[in-house]
């Protein structure tokens, strides 16, 4: 390491001492309800992988023949290299599953947040932004030269607020950004009620569906589904990455919207596609999720019946809506301490979430449920927590 870098070393020094650095686990194998994680067989409590297709035969079987079509990679940006037919099957299938005239793919979730926003909105504009949205849409308001007020999680009345305020101001454009389900507390944006806020000032909204897909809705088709807003929300970013089980981002909304992204979409113009392999794997699960909705039913019976068995036994699983399972318990150091537990003495892997991902004093362990765990999975899980859970004290 030159000498000039060296002040990073403090840095990460600094994080451990305030309990801040993450440990990342070595996995060896597929994602899937179990795990091997630095050699010892675990139960995944910790994986966006909400529909098991992470690992499907169907998804792997899509990827190969795609690579032996279309190679290993897509060239360049698809400005320049032009598109290949699989990335534009895969806008085609997810624009009839959303419901929506287009849909243009990204690398990532994050890239198409960081296309869309700054595409949308620049100076003389305002951005209206949910305090808890996720890190990538807080990013690509840094991008725009918008300017940018926050409302309280989903407080509807004080977004209302925020829109007056901005008319009052003479903005031009407003947008108004929310996540569709926040993903630490698992609880669903009121997109109804901002909505009709918007309406009345004129604003657009956007919704980041990225733990909605493949989850709320009629057969998994998101939260604009769910609240029965087709054609009302005037931008949809998805994620391939969780229950699609792949990898990819994307924007879904009218012709015109997805015309001016492929124009000034930056990821999209200066970045590569995602690779053929990827994208054909995300053609098959969509079309899995478009032919049945049985994976999606399992992984709704699989969290009902987890958070029944974890009230039952005492434990305070907040607020969610959605598979989505917080254990809360407070304290940090307690989060960390059960979290340890779970995994060296019970080999179940539930990652604790504390400060800064949650506020201070709401640490807890994240269950995230999957239509991958059989009834026993769910069953040794939840003993494994109450075995813990005794031993600290946390229930009785
Ligand atoms: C996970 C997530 C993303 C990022 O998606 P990737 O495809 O992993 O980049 C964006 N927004 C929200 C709300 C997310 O939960």
Redesign the pocket.
Known sequence: MTEKTAFVRDEVQALKDQGLYNTIRTIDGPQGAHLTVNGQKVLNFCS?NYLGLANDPRLIEAAIAALNRYGVGPGAVRTIAGTMTIHTELEEALARFKGVEATISFQ????A?LAVIPALVGAGDVIISDELN?A??VDGVRLSKAARKIYPHNDVGVLRERLAEAREEGANQILVIT?GVF?MDGDLAPLDRIVDAADDFDAMVMV?D??GEGVVGRGGRGIVDHFGLHGRVDVE?G????AFGA???YVAGSEELIEWLRQRGRPFLFSSAITPSDVAACVASVEILDSSTELVDRLWSNSAAFKAMMSDAGFDIGVSETPITPVMLGDEHLAREFSRKLLEEQSVFAQAIAFPTVARGKARIRVMISAAHSAEDLEMGAASFVAAGRELGVVT
Do not use: P
């Open positions: 966006n990532s979730g994050f890239a947040n996720h990538s849409i996540d993903s980041d990225a733990h970013v994620t391939m990455s969780k990898v990819g981002g």
